[in-house]
C-alpha cells in the first residue's frame, strides 16, 4: 500500500487513499487510482507513478527531426507563392 492523498469529491477534502494502485493514462503519463478511506468513493490522483526512464525500452525520449520540419515549411512557402 502507497497511503497516498488525494482530494475527494463527495467529501471535498482531501484523504487517503486505500486500495490504490499505479496506472498509467494513454498519453503514458503517471497516475494512483484508489477508493476514499471515510466514504468509499471512487478517487484518481494524477502523476506519482515510476518515471518513463524507468520502464523498459524507454531510456531516451524521441528526437524530432530537422529535416522533416525543413521539407514542410519549404512546401508551406511554396504553397503561399502559388495562391499570389
Sequence with gaps: ????????????AKRQMKG???????NGRPATKGTCSV????????GGGPSKAV??????PK?????KSKAKSKAKSK???RRR
Design 1 to 12: 500500500m502507497l497511503a497516498t492523498e488525494g482530494y475527494c469529491v463527495k467529501c471535498k
Design 20 to 26: 490504490e494502485s499505479q496506472v498509467t493514462m494513454k
Design 39 to 46: 466514504c468509499g468513493t471512487k478517487m484518481f490522483r494524477i
Design 55 to 60: 520502464k523498459k525500452g524507454k531510456t531516451k
Design 63 to 67: 528526437a524530432k527531426s530537422k529535416a
Design 79 to 81: 504553397a503561399k507563392a
